[in-house]
């Protein structure tokens, strides 16, 4: 086994996404602590520009460009990787706890008896070795685990977990032409992406978020004209979708997804335990109710109590104005 | 057909979670549920079940003693037989190994289709399912949210991928992770509830079932946990001033742009 630190690119439009470049930068520090080189997998199909992006941050890219990669699959994506992972033998393989994430990582770490610490959110690299930061029970623990010596890791990280630094030189690119290999036993029949062009709830930077006292499925124009302006996206509470104003895919808290944008803003929701649990790593929280007692402003940094539907013209007129100004 | 379900205890959402004063243990509150989204792996058995009829359905833990109660709820549902895998003295940090003794329950059982949740509410890791699935050498779809069984050894299965849905064929065996929206979980019955009360529940010893899949022993664990401690708490909330609405939000723009540095 090699010290070499390897980042498992995914991409999105053809270019990487925020969460692989976070990747690249905490990998780029690994590599020059463990003394070693920061290598990046970039494979399927027409993703040549992604990896010229990549090489800026790894010392070596392999990239694997084949038409059969095009749709992701644990089967051909996994094939794939696990051949270059046997080939480069890295220590530690770094990827993203997405949905991508959570399908393929899993597969592998167990055909190559490899470490898996799953969704993770930050690293250590001050003492021996690395440890690892992992919250536990919706956040109100946080772990600190260390893969064995001896083994081969992968770790995934949450979205947002580490800024991501300044493009460096470029690095090599290493063209690998892998055998891909399907199973027979899996055939996609049809695949409908819905958010194309949006950033991911779990990767957006400004989140704002609507609770029940939005009152009706169409009050959430507001906020979606809000997260737009800003470059973010809409969240909702729990019972916002069981009350079907809104789509699981937009939910927040333990039940949902999981998020920590640089901003988030909520809006008429009691913050209950659950919703906490799911986006109380943001970097700063503010909530806007009319309840003072309500549980939210115990978790925020700043507050506006007064009615959301007086609030969020203000609001948006606010942030255009600060938009402008940059 | 056979269907296995595995199912986790899990800590419940308000249940108090103490980190010992060394850091090195955690106690829990006993307040203890079946895990969020293998509820719905539960209810998906009972309604294979229901549409096939000729099919037993058989759910399994990797967890100690206590884990008989959720195990009861299940049966109280509608599956048919419950067995506990005894975690006790066992290492339960590295998901590999809970993923072996799992395949391991697997292979002896036999089984069509095998169901769990997309992953645990208490480390929302998502390991188990693919990680059984690759020792069995069986497919998997994680994140299902329709699951039709076609006949002809086949199911169709609708699943989140990023950023959208897919909707794919798949051979059985084979194991799915199942998402909410897939299906809504029953509460139990009195009658379920009184069959649950009297059914025997078998607790095995992981020493007694062949595990050809690699080591489940403590020392084979690749985790190794340091220490937990308390998240950071944040400052108390800073609640804007302001005669309106607008100059409320003023307040705060300018402190999210000065002070916060978010904007």
Redesign the interface.
Known sequence: MTRDVLVVV?C?DAKPRKASLELLSIGREMASRFSSTLLAVVSGSGLKDAADTVAHYAGKTIFVDNPSLAE?G??TCGSVLENILRKYDPMVVLGTS???G???F??I???L???????AVGIDLTGEGM?IK???????????????AD?K?IVTFRPNSFTVADAGEKGEIIEEAVAVDG??????????????GKV?LQEADFIICGGRGMKAAENFAMLDEIADLMGGRTGASRTVIDSKWRE??DQIG???K?VSP??YIGCALSGA??HI?GM?TS?????INKD?NAPI???????????VF??LP??KD??K??REET | MKVLVFMKQV?D???R?I?SSDQKS?EVENKYVVN??DEFAVEEAIRIKEMLKDVEITVCAFAPQRAVEALRTTIAMGADRAFLINSTDREA????IV?RVLAGFARKEGFDIVLCG??A???????????V???LG??????VTKLTITGGGKA?VES????????????LP?LFTCQ??LNEPRVPLITGVMRAMKTQIDVLDPASIEMPF?PIDREA???????????AG??S????EGAS??E???N??R???DE?K??
Request: hydrophobic share 40%; net charge neutral.
């Open positions: 995914e999105k992701y644990w089967d997405s949905v991508t959570k399908d393929l899993p597969r770490a167990a055909r008896s490899a470490a898996m610490v799953s969704d440890k992992k919250p536990l029970y919706g956040g109100k623990v946080i772990s600190w685990l260390a893969p064995k083994s890791a199973n027979p036993a899996m055939r996609i029949l049809s695949s409908e992406k819905k958010t194309s991911d699981y895919d333990k039940s949902g999981t640089k901003l335990l659950h649990m109380d970097r700063v929280i503010v909530a003072p402003f115990q978790y925020a940094d700043y507050g506006i109590v007064d009615d007086a609030v203000a609001l606010e942030l104005k600060t | 800590a959402t308000e249940a979670i980190i955690l969020f989204f940090d590295d998901p590999l993923s997309r992953q509410m208490d480390d929302e890791s998502a390991n188990v399912g693919p990680m699935a690759e020792f069986i497919p998997h779809v994680s994140q169709e989140e991928i990023e950023g959208g849905k897919r909707t794919s064929e798949v051979s084979a909410k929206g690699g664990s690749k985790i190794t946990v340091l220490s937990y401690e308390a998240p944040r400052p909330v800073r609640i804007m609405p607008e409320k939000v003023q705060l723009v402190a999210l742009k916060a978010v904007l």
